[in-house]
T-cell receptor, first 114, second 112 residues
Framework: DAGVIQSPRHEVTEMGQEVTLRCKPI?????LFWYRQTMMRGLELLIY????????DSGMPEDRFSAKMPNASFSTLKIQPSEPRDSAVYFC????????????FGPGTRLTVT | DQQVKQNSPSLSVQEGRISILNCDYT??????FLWYKKYPAEGPTFLIS?????DKNEDGRFTVFLNKSAKHLSLHIVPSQPGDSAVYFC???????????FGTGTRLQVTL
């Protein structure tokens, strides 16, 4: 299996620009998670989906962040407008019911907003 | 508020010795705990887990201990190897949802 795929791996953008991060989960997994990693807060869950439906978005920091999952094999996390404090590594992860909550992570997207 | 805490941001251990990474939690509803390992420029990977009905789970060189009364768990690595150098995240789940709550991580460096 190819594992969780994320693109781009690195993104550098200017404050105010729109940023779109992409994720392809492992085939057959019905849960998809978006995390943000920072030094201060570690791994924070932003939002997660079950069968393409958002279940919990309480971790989304503010309205500038939005996430979609139009089908079982694709999800996006969008930041509009981006701010320097959004600079972090964003991870996508997927899992399947019955795997004892083990999540499989992608390699992450390092976002730098200048 | 941090429901899962890893109070040691870093740890250095000599090769061959035991590494002990600690994790504390505050939510008494957590009933499943996991450790993830993360190398630079990679995503975290699952290492070992433990259910709240157990107090110990062992997998090769890795053992996780759970003390429910103290709301504390630890990961023991024996013997430590240079390839174990990574960031280790503790995570917890309430069992009613699939989401995990992660700690801030501990960077382990195993020296020669």
């Amino acid at each position: 299996d190819a594992g969780v795929i994320q693109s781009p791996r690195h993104e550098v953008t200017e404050m105010g620009q729109e940023v779109t991060l992409r994720c392809k989960p492992i085939s057959g997994h019905d849960y998809l998670f978006w995390y943000r990693q920072t030094m201060m807060r570690g791994l924070e869950l932003l939002i997660y989906f079950n069968n393409n439906v958002p279940i919990d978005d309480s971790g989304m920091p503010e309205d500038r962040f939005s996430a979609k999952m139009p089908n079982a094999s694709f999800s996006t996390l969008k930041i509009q407008p981006s701010e320097p404090r959004d600079s972090a590594v964003y991870f996508c992860a997927s899992s399947r019911v019955g795997l004892h909550y083990e999540q499989y992570f992608g390699p992450g997207t390092r976002l730098t907003v200048t | 508020d941090q429901q899962v805490k890893q109070n040691s941001p870093s740890l250095s251990v000599q090769e061959g010795r035991i590494s002990i990474l600690n994790c504390d939690y505050t939510n008494s509803m957590f009933d499943y705990f996991l450790w993830y390992k993360k190398y630079p420029a990679e995503g975290p990977t699952f290492l070992i887990s433990i259910s709240s009905i157990k107090d110990k789970n062992e997998d090769g060189r890795f053992t996780v201990f759970l003390n429910k009364s103290a709301k504390h768990l630890s990961l023991h690595i024996v013997p430590s190897q240079p390839g174990d150098s990574a960031v280790y995240f503790c995570a917890a789940n309430t069992g009613t949802a699939s989401k995990l709550t992660f700690g801030t991580g501990t960077r382990l460096q195993v020296t020669l």
